[in-house]
């Protein structure tokens, strides 16, 4: 029987672009080994293989990449244990957990203490049905105590439904891969206005990654590149970017070393690379300077 191929390329070409010393990764996530962390059984997609920290910590080393911030996985729910594996494993890291939106105080200090520093909630209906917004609103007077934020991965056509609630977020908030937009619609769709208005809340941040997921051509994903340009060239001081790795649920496996190498369009001057990989990430999730 042949085995699963991998979601990643285990092989990806180098970039051309250079990357800033202290360049962060915030947006990808560990798989397994399932051996030891399984997934979680009410899972809502199965990845097609292990993805292990040691296999991230080669990629960020061949990709110029310095500090990370793994991101918890909805194959693995709630239990946050391989995440954690990896936070214990390498200090110039940092962790987004899953965790219900009533989960007490004292667990998300214990989480804290692992080096996770905000908590993600899924609004796409692939991954299944979360808390509603007036709970997790709730739970941000919590988190505001420690120090987190929230993440939140939602679908384009709920942009303008969620936005007035996120505009009240005690906490500051991260709009994962571009709000999801789809960029066949172009920068005047309502939904990409809407996350613009969204963005001009002064606590509401934007990872400008997921290029490959909201482009409807194959790589290197030029109709993507308008909407990320512009949320940074307006939010440049609010904006983190993210390799996805290792890229679950796309038709299309990407070469990370074509993103990588797509941040010199994304933000093309030194100065928006600075701080789009280095000085936002540090404010934002608490690294060293």
Not at 151 to 161: F, K
Not at 196 to 213: C, D, F, P, T, Y
Request: with cysteine; aromatic share 8%; proline share 8%.
């Amino acid at each position: 029987m042949n085995e699963p191929s991998p979601s990643f390329k285990m092989k990806p070409r180098k970039p051309e672009l250079k990357l800033p010393r202290g360049a962060c990764d915030t947006h990808f996530h560990v798989f397994g080994p399932h051996q030891h962390f399984p997934f979680a059984p009410e899972r809502s997609y199965t990845p097609t293989c292990d993805a292990p920290k040691e296999t991230l910590f080669a990629l960020h080393k061949h990709l110029g990449i310095e500090r990370g911030v793994v991101v918890q996985s909805a194959a693995h729910g709630f239990d946050n244990s391989a995440a954690a594996d990896l936070l214990a494993a390498n200090k110039n890291y940092r962790g987004i957990a899953l965790a219900p939106a009533a989960t007490p105080t004292v667990e998300l200090k214990q989480l804290d203490k692992l080096g996770f520093r905000g908590v993600r909630f899924h609004y796409m209906d692939h991954l299944g049905k979360g808390d509603r917004i007036e709970e997790v609103l709730a739970m941000a007077t919590r988190l505001a105590a420690i120090g987190w934020h929230l993440q939140i991965h939602m679908d384009g056509s709920r942009i303008a439904e969620l936005a007035p609630a996120l505009m009240r977020s005690p906490v500051p908030v991260v709009i994962d891969h571009m709000g999801r937009i789809d960029a066949s619609k172009g920068l005047d769709h309502a939904d990409f206005k809407a996350l613009v208005e969204l963005l001009r809340a002064k606590h509401v941040w934007v990872k400008v990654s997921g290029s490959e997921r909201i482009s409807k051509q194959r790589a290197p994903w030029k109709d993507a590149v308008p909407f990320a340009r512009k949320l940074v060239a307006e939010f440049g001081q609010r904006a983190v970017w993210g390799t996805d790795w290792p890229h679950p649920n796309l038709k299309e496996v990407p070469d990370d070393g074509d993103l990588v190498d797509l941040i010199s369009e994304i933000a093309p001057t030194e100065a928006q690379r600075q701080a789009l990989l280095v000085d936002n990430p540090q404010r934002l999730y608490g690294f060293a300077a």
